[in-house]
């Protein structure tokens, strides 16, 4: 059986910077820039022009992750694409990526699968690659994950407890087969229904008839609190640091390793706070860990990816060191996961 190791990385953010300060006096959001950084360590996220979706930001990160996999279209088995915020409510942003990368032109129809994890999509998508290497069944997966936010944020001084967390970017792996002694070794994943609505957006309620409220002319109405996005801070903040210490524990002991193990710690960038707090309470160096969130935001399923990327082009990240990711998000879903690089 052989492993899977990521064998390419890459990453994209549009261009456009959209600062704390920029909140308030573009968007009339009634923060500060102190107030922000305080409360999640953000300084400024990226937003994306209108007209661009999350298969947009995801092919120049993808390109780069084949670039740096030495690989072509013709070599990938199918892509795994993990969003919160696709260009539809069907079909999934994995067949536009498919048609904007240029897959259809040349006749290579590989399958496309969406992941909707929120914050631990990219996770959940690195377990089902990598499930799909080792099985044999395929050689190179090509993973994304790849967010725009921007575009239903209320922007606005009653949306800005959520407004301020957000950004737009992508990051891609390419998951690929191995004989050699390295990969992803393993990972622990969980979920837990009971707070499905602690952090949630329901514009798209399926449950209601119609699912969008309608007026005489048949055009669809939404109230606020069904558009925005809406998250009980305290309670997330809560269940992050014990559900993903639990994932890293987990993990931890069925592969029985210790943090000295460890040679780099990739976060989740929801909050500097969270992510902060769970390194004093496991007593991890501060050395160990890179973080992005000052520049980008919460760009949800595109953290993971975007800051792997960034570690090998830095040189952080190299041949031979041992990673373990963690993400806690919506649903609530967690997951953790071990690579030796």
Known sequence: MPNAYISGTGYYVPPRVVTNSQLRDVYGIDTTDEWIRQRTGIVERRFADE??????????????????????????????????????AFPGSGVYLQQKMGFCDIG?????????NQCSGFV???????????????????????????????????????????????????????????????????????????????????RRRPFIPVDERGVGQVVPEMMWAHMDGRAVFKHAVERMIGALMQVFAAHRLTLNDVDLFVFHQANLRINEFIREQIGAPPDKFVSNIERYGNTTAATIPILLAEAVEQGRLRRGMKVAAVAFGSGFTWGAAIVDW
């Open 51 to 88: 007209g661009t979706g999350p298969a947009d930001l995801a092919k120049p990160a993808a390109e780069m992750a084949l670039r740096n996999a030495g690989l072509t279209l013709r070599d990938i088995d199918m892509i795994v694409f993990a969003t919160l915020s696709p260009e539809s």
């Open 124 to 206: 959940y998508g690195l377990a089902t690659a990598a499930s799909l290497v080792m099985s044999g069944q395929h050689r190179h997966v090509l993973l994304v994950g790849s967010e725009v936010h921007s575009a239903a944020l209320d922007l606005s001084t009653r949306g800005r407890q959520v407004a301020s967390l957000f950004g737009d970017g992508a990051g891609a792996v390419v998951v690929s087969a191995t004989d050699e002694d390295r990969g992803v070794r393993g990972w622990a994943l969980g979920a837990d229904g009971r707070y499905a609505e602690t952090l949630c957006q329901r514009v798209w309620d399926m």
């Open 108 to 116: 290579h129809f590989v399958p496309a699968l969406d992941v909707r």
